[in-house]
């Protein structure tokens, strides 16, 4: 019989991207010698010429992270009142709109993507509606022609939560230039990332000055404060990590593709275990492998499928549960209720993300899926 021993050492969902502690080190050289450590330094501004042409857009800039990022998207383009999101995505896409005084209305998801389902996005528009907040969740894009036209239709913005998608490319054109905004966290845990850290990529020239300007507390001149901004910017330190990952993230994005790919033929034919293969035209960019357990016809639920995980040091998560909705801060919201998120609510029961990063072996990819496959 099957005599799975747990892996020595746990095996986390992710692991940061590092890059090698020499050339970390030669960068704090010259970041001493420059005696500038923050402040819209010489590597901050490599770093967003670099990104922006990495990225394909036409303006990028860097934050603090992808949090302060996403609320000075809502500040630079005026948003008021209500904005359509959805609920299964990471706490901060919800929590930028609250802090901005702006009311989340939550819109259910697309089975097939987890994203969110833009042909129930016009019943919640009302003359409170300002703008539109999807989330290219777990690096698959939405339907941004779809939710281009409405938005166009109702005079909405859209701003798209990024976070998961950097490097991802439709038909050869990036994520980051669709919408109005979009924004990229670029947190440890992310693919690519500066420490902490994000960026705003836009078409329009003048919205990057504006979020530049408030990133900075308003300061337009030495003695000239345009408006209330606040801190968000990047420092030298975290935009020298920046430049050198950008050299080695190409690299990351490739492993973890053929990772994916191996679990991908692993569990091909596992009754009750499915997920989504790549789709056509689209660059992806591997941030996660999600899986979806039927319990009825794999014999275990998803919970049970992470406990047992976990009794072999394996780190599995249940992104992203709970729905945003679910939280207590926003439960009772009108759009909160369950009626009104009916695939959001069965989705989030069944999904959960299995390690993924470019330091995990084949043979670690194997057992995982050798544990799946004989629940025990
Ligand atoms: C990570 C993440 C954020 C927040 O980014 P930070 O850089 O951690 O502030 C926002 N939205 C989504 C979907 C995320 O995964």
Not at 6 to 32: A, C, E, G, H, R
């Amino acid at each position: 019989m099957h005599n799975i021993k747990p892996f020595p050492q746990p095996v986390y969902i992710t692991q940061p991207l590092l890059p090698d502690i020499d050339d970390v080190k030669n960068m704090l050289s010259t970041i001493w010698q420059s005696k500038q450590l923050t402040n819209n330094g010489r590597m901050a501004i490599q770093l967003e010429k670099e990104l922006a042409g990495f990225l394909k857009v036409n303006h990028l800039s860097l934050f603090s992270n992808g949090t302060v990022a996403l609320q000075l998207a809502f500040r630079v383009l005026g948003l008021t009142g209500e904005v359509i999101t959805t609920p299964f995505t990471f706490a901060a896409t919800t929590h930028a709109l609250v802090l901005n005084n702006l009311e989340p209305v939550f819109c259910d998801i697309e089975e097939d993507t987890f994203n969110i389902n833009p042909d129930k996005i016009e019943a919640l528009i009302t003359p409170e509606t300002t703008a539109i907040l999807p989330v290219h969740v777990f690096g698959t894009p939405c339907k941004m022609d779809k939710i281009q036209r409405i938005a166009e239709k109702h005079g909405l913005k859209v701003v798209y939560d990024a976070a998961h998608a950097f490097g991802v490319e439709v038909t050869g054109r990036s994520i980051g230039s669709f919408g109005d905004i979009s924004m990229f966290s670029f947190h440890a845990t992310k693919i690519y990332h500066t420490i902490e850290g994000g960026a705003l990529t836009f078409n329009d020239r003048h919205l990057k000055e504006r979020a530049d300007s408030l990133r900075n507390f308003g300061i337009k001149s030495e003695e000239f404060v345009a408006e209330p901004g606040t801190n968000g910017k990047m420092n030298e330190l975290q935009a020298a990590v920046g430049i050198l990952l950008l050299q080695i993230v190409g690299d990351e994005i490739k492993r973890r593709k053929e990772i994916t790919g191996l679990y991908r033929e692993l569990l091909k034919e596992i009754p009750g275990i499915s997920f989504y293969g790549d789709m056509d035209g689209v660059t992806h960019n591997y941030p996660y492998f999600v899986i979806r357990v039927n319990k009825d016809y794999f014999g275990m639920s998803r919970n049970e499928l992470y406990t047992l995980l976990k009794g072999y040091n394996i780190f599995s998560r249940k992104y992203f549960y709970p729905l945003c909705s679910q939280f207590p801060c926003y439960k009772n919201l009108p759009s909160a209720s369950k009626d009104n998120l009916p695939i959001a609510e069965n989705v989030v029961e069944e999904v959960l993300s299995l390690p993924l990063h470019g330091r995990l072996t084949n043979e670690e990819v194997e057992k995982i899926c050798e544990i799946i496959i004989y629940k025990m």
